[in-house]
């Protein structure tokens, strides 16, 4: 089975600064899917960005990136010019792509962001 | 559109009572997931259903049923309530397994056991 191990439950940052939060996972497939996704206090689960295994080049969007390194099975978030709006629990997640087995997303325990004004 | 819904949003029970969670998605998605948030923890999958009148279990199925009597519709059922089910229950839903296709979520609902 997989698992997605974050290994800090907590960061703080100044706000306008980067920050980057780590994700490491484990699994015997070779194509699958990875996610980092947002909950600020309100619980909702918001997507912020995502990434193919297969595809070597890093996701971005807007003020987020990641530095994926499939031999390492890291997946580590970085988001530039932080803002207050950013703080907020981010969880990684992996999906295999095949089918069969359970289906759904799997989840480290997540990383709780603190933006210092 | 108003996405994903659940019903309620918050909700106490005793040890022993049964109770059932309703989810409904109006995007016409046919996957659709029930998760389990417990604190200091990521979300779990309970259950899952790739299209109307199927269903298949997820990681942590144990004490819960579930339903998808409609497409738009994923129950989810606890028939005695358990302590260990005090939780937050998200659902989501996904037009299917492409990675393009987001799987949208719920506003939780908060479960409370005594």
């Known amino acids: 089975a997989q698992t997605v191990t974050q290994s800090q439950p907590e960061m703080s940052v100044q706000e306008a600064e980067t920050v980057t939060l780590s994700c490491t996972y484990d699994t015997s497939e070779s194509d699958y899917y990875l996610f980092w996704y947002k909950q600020p206090p309100s619980r909702q689960m918001i997507l912020v960005i995502r990434q193919e295994a297969y595809k070597q080049q890093n996701a971005t969007e807007n003020r987020f990136s990641v530095n994926f390194q499939k031999a390492a099975k890291s997946f580590s978030l970085k988001i530039s010019d932080s803002q207050l709006g950013d703080a907020a629990m981010y969880f990684c997640?992996?999906?295999?792509?095949?089918?069969?087995?359970?289906?759904?997303?799997?989840f480290g325990k997540g990383t709780h962001l603190i933006i210092q004004p | 559109n108003a996405g994903v819904t659940q019903t309620p949003k918050f909700r106490v029970l005793k040890t022993g009572q049964s109770m059932t969670l309703l989810c409904a998605q109006d995007?016409?998605?046919?996957?659709m997931y029930w998760y389990r948030q417990d604190p200091g923890m990521g979300l779990r999958l309970i259950h899952y259903?790739?299209?109307?009148?199927?269903?298949a279990k997820g990681e942590v199925p144990d004490g819960y049923n579930v339903s998808r009597l409609k497409k738009q519709n994923f129950l989810l059922g606890l028939e005695s309530a358990a302590p260990s089910q005090t939780s937050v229950y998200f659902c989501?839903?996904?037009?299917?397994?492409?990675?393009?296709?987001?799987?949208?979520f719920g506003p939780g609902t908060r479960l409370t056991v005594l």
């Open positions: 989501a839903s996904s037009y299917s397994r492409r990675f393009t296709d987001t799987q949208y």
């Open positions: 259903s790739v299209g109307e009148g199927t269903t």
């Open positions: 995007m016409n998605h046919e996957y």
């Open positions: 997640a992996y999906r295999r792509r095949s089918g069969g087995g359970a289906d759904g997303l799997t």
